[in-house]
């Protein structure tokens, strides 16, 4: 069955680093998400992004974030300058249409932010 | 902001018996709903879904109903088996959004 698949599947950065998430989609997708999960609390949406542009984003996604599909395959979350709270497992997601199939998610990348 | 509640952290089923999931949401806005199941150290698992023009949908085992009017929508699964056992996330999404709104998950265990 086909995947979402995540890398690094764990980071730990420094407080102000930036640090790139990536994914990559399953292949005839053409829609992709970023959410997040912070311990203990709800997935959180993010970021969606259709055609190569975001066609909708959180009050979280702040200029701190930005989303990018830079060869057609990947998909990638950079966090600029990162802070304690960013710490969190950050999901990728993709569909081919929304909603009623439901979107494939990718395994998570455990941020930690020391 | 809770538009979409899962009041029961957990649920204890006995194997074989129907597992009875619950959610709530307050957005009248919202036009589908989902399901999602997860597993430790791994992302969401799509289950099944439903549109806000209907009251049932089912699949297999699973069978997801929605009361529009009370704002309430639940996950059946019958029967229950151990394997079944995970955090299931209630999900929902509004008219013309792409954006997921989840609830807080209820953790299921299924007894063998």
């Known amino acids: 069955e086909p995947e979402v698949t995540q890398t690094p599947s764990h980071q730990v950065t420094q407080m102000g680093q930036e640090v790139i998430l990536r994914c990559v989609p399953i292949?005839?997708?053409?829609?992709f998400y970023w959410y997040r999960q912070i311990l203990g609390q709800k997935v959180e949406f993010l970021v969606s992004?259709?055609?190569?542009?975001?066609?909708?984003k959180s009050e979280i996604f702040d200029d701190q974030f930005s989303v990018e599909r830079p060869d057609g395959s990947n998909f990638t979350l950079k966090i600029r300058s990162t802070k304690l709270e960013d710490s969190a497992m950050y999901f990728c997601?993709?569909?081919?249409?929304?909603?009623?199939?439901?979107?494939?998610f990718g395994s998570g990348t455990r941020l930690t932010v020391v | 902001d809770q538009q979409v509640k899962q009041n029961s952290p957990s649920l204890s089923v006995q194997e074989g018996r129907i597992s009875i999931l619950n959610c709530d949401y307050t957005?009248?806005?919202?036009?589908?709903f989902l399901w999602y199941k997860k597993y430790p150290a791994e992302g969401p698992t799509f289950l099944i879904s439903?549109?806000?023009?209907?009251d049932k949908n089912e699949d297999g085992r699973f069978t997801v109903f929605l009361n529009k009017s009370a704002k309430h929508l639940s996950l059946h699964i019958v029967p229950s088996q151990p394997g079944d056992s995970a955090v299931y996330f209630c999900?929902?999404?509004?008219?013309?959004?792409?954006?997921?709104?989840f609830g807080k998950g209820t953790k299921l265990s299924v007894i063998p």
């Open positions: 997601a993709s569909s081919t249409r929304v909603p009623s199939g439901g979107y494939t």
């Open positions: 292949s005839n997708h053409l829609y």
């Open positions: 992004f259709y055609n190569n542009e975001i066609s909708e």
């Open positions: 957005n009248s806005m919202f036009d589908y």
């Open positions: 439903i549109s806000s023009i209907k």
């Open positions: 999900a929902a999404k509004g008219a013309g959004s792409y954006q997921l709104t």
